[in-house]
C-alpha cells in the first residue's frame, strides 16, 4: 500500500501553507520533503510548511519549513493558521495558546471568525542581534545606505525573531523586487540572509508592502515583515502606533504603543482544503 501524509492547506492574507499535524501522526522526516510538497506544479503549493508538534514548554511547538528546505525561526502569518487549526481540528478550545518556536513563546488570541491577533514581543533593534553589519551598538538600523545592482538603496533593519530589511520605494508595485530581493537576501551586510521589505508610507496609519522572503521568494503578505515594517516606519516618525499595512494577499492590523511594549499583529486566517500526500509517488 502507498504510503500517503495527511494535510491541510491554508493562508493568511495569501501567504499559504501546508499544515501537517506532528501530535496525532509520525511524521517522516521533512527536510528532503518540503520541496515537493510546496511544489506548485507537481505538489501541494506552498510558501511554507508549518508543523504542529508537542512542545515541552509551552501548549504546542510550531515549526516553519521554507520552500527551499530550510527552517524559518518564526513565521507570523503561519502563527495566525496555527491557532485556528488547532481549533478546527479539535486541538484546543481555547482562546489563546503558548506556542513554542524558534524566535520565542508566541500566544496567539482568537479575534473573531477567521481572525488571530498574535503578541509579537519587542522588536530586536541591536545589530549584532537582528544579526546584520550595517550597524553597532543598540541599533536601530535606520536608512543605512547599501549599494546593489549598481543602485545604493536605503535600509532600515529589524528583527521580529526573523530578520528584515525594510526599503523604502515610490511604489512597490513598480519596484524590481524580483531583482532586488535575491540580492538583498544573500548580502554579505546579512549573514544570516534577511527578508526583504518594499514600502511605501501612504498616509499616517496606512503602509503598502511587497515582501521577498528568506528562502521562499515573492509572497503575497509576510506578518512578520509587516511588523518589522511597522516598527522601522514609526521609529523613523512617519506613521503612528497603530497602522494598517496592505500586502499584495490582504490587510493586517500592526500596534506598537511605545519602545517598552510588545509588537501586535492582527489578521486574517483561513482553511482553503485538506487532502492526503503520496509519499511514494516519484517526480
Known sequence: MARELAFTKMHGAGNDFVVLDGVRETLPPLEPLVARLCDRHFGIGADTVLVVRPSQSADFRAEFWNADGSEAEMCANAIRCFLKYLRDHGHTAADEVAVETLAGVVRPRWAGPDRVAV???R?????AK?????GEGDGPVLDVPLEIDGVTLSVSSVSMGNPHAVVYVEDPETAPVERWGPLLEHHPAFP?????????VRARDHIEQRTWERGVGETLACGSG???V????MLRGVVDRAVRVELRGGSLEIAWPDEGAPVE???PAAEVYGGHFPLDAGH
Open 119 to 121: 503578541e509579537m514581543g
Open 123 to 127: 522588536p530586536v533593534l541591536a545589530p
Open 130 to 134: 537582528i544579526p546584520t553589519a550595517l
Open 192 to 200: 544570516n540572509r534577511v527578508n526583504a521589505e518594499f514600502v511605501a
Open 226 to 228: 509587516a511588523c518589522a
Open 230 to 233: 511597522a516598527v522601522a516606519s
Open 265 to 267: 499583529m492582527t489578521g
